[in-house]
């Protein structure tokens, strides 16, 4: 099954839904960033809330970045998602492996740490605005939920999982995203808190073959509500060949002369895919050449 979401209402406008199954792009940034294991759930939540997050952008120059700032082992995650279900992100340092919590899940929280969580829209017509809530607890879900609920004065539960093999790669991944409405009735309040208990782990569902429109149907039960819409997921970088050479060509001249006289060429690696792009002394000499004709 390929990766998407889906974004419903509910409750006649009250409630809004999003669920997503996430497996095949967490796993892509798993084997090109070499997480391990702690690392890669904590990168999965966080693109996998990215995804959801990003869900309501609507214009394909539109973007959403995620940056979870917290001061534990993987020194920071950032994501970022556009309007057309491209995800991207990356840990600081991938090679995160800490001992389970005493529940046998993954220590996200404590690889993570404390610290403070980042959301920053880029809109096409509102502008670039930036949001922020301290972490409450590092795991991801329930610092996006605080985050929706204190800074962005929107009740929301959020739920994302990950699961990883014991070969490393990762087996399950999925989330789901519920925001109220203050005219939410108590009564539908009451049943939704009700269904996330029933549904559990949503990386569990997801390993057990359920869809996005099944975790969503888990999740509004006794809610009348109608899907709005199904995108595709997928990890994508902005990154090419040509950007990394407009990169080479903003350094200054004696840069520029000792990656071609010391270096003989350069190699530039893209943080977000870990793509690594590299240019012979040939194509370092051009840009340098191309530069001083221009100075
Ligand atoms: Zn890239």
């Not at 534990?72 to 990356?90: K, S």
């Not at 990154?239 to 350094?251: D, N, P, Q, W």
């Not at 370092?284 to 001083?292: I, K, P, S």
Request: charged residues 25%.
């Amino acid at each position: 099954m390929a990766d998407y979401l889906v974004r419903a209402i509910g409750d006649g406008g009250n409630v809004r839904a999003f669920a997503a199954v996430t497996t095949d792009l967490v796993e892509e940034a798993r084997r090109r960033h070499d997480t391990w294991p702690t690392a890669t759930a904590a990168l999965g939540r966080a693109l996998t809330g990215t995804a959801m997050l990003a869900a309501t952008l609507k214009d394909p120059d539109e973007s959403l970045t995620l940056r979870v700032a917290g001061d534990g082992p993987l020194r920071g995650i950032i994501c970022d998602a556009d309007e057309q279900g491209q995800v991207r992100g990356y840990v600081n340092e991938p090679h995160v492996d800490l001992d389970p919590t005493p529940q046998g899940k993954l220590n996200v929280g404590g690889a993570v740490g404390s610290g403070m969580l980042y959301v920053t829209r880029q809109l096409a017509l509102q502008g670039i605005y930036t949001g922020s809530a301290e972490l409450v607890s590092g795991e991801i879900a329930e610092d996006l939920a605080y985050y929706l609920t204190r800074s962005e004065q929107t009740p929301s539960a959020v739920g994302i999982g990950v699961r990883v093999g014991p070969d490393g790669a990762v087996v399950a991944a999925g989330g789901y995203m519920l925001q109220l409405l203050p005219a939410t009735p108590d009564a539908d309040r009451d049943r939704l808190e009700e269904n996330l208990v029933k549904l559990g782990s949503v990386s569990l569902a997801v390993e057990q073959g359920m869809t996005p429109e099944e975790i969503l149907a888990a999740v509004l039960s006794g809610i009348d509500y109608q899907i709005l819409e199904r995108r595709d997921l997928r990890f994508a970088c902005k990154c090419s060949r040509e950007r990394a050479l407009g990169a080479i060509a903003l350094l200054d001249e004696k840069d520029l002369a000792a990656l071609v006289e010391e270096d003989r060429g350069a190699e530039l690696t893209c943080h977000f895919c870990n793509e690594v792009y590299r240019f012979s002394e040939e194509e370092v000499r051009r840009v340098r050449e191309g530069m001083q004709r221009t100075q």
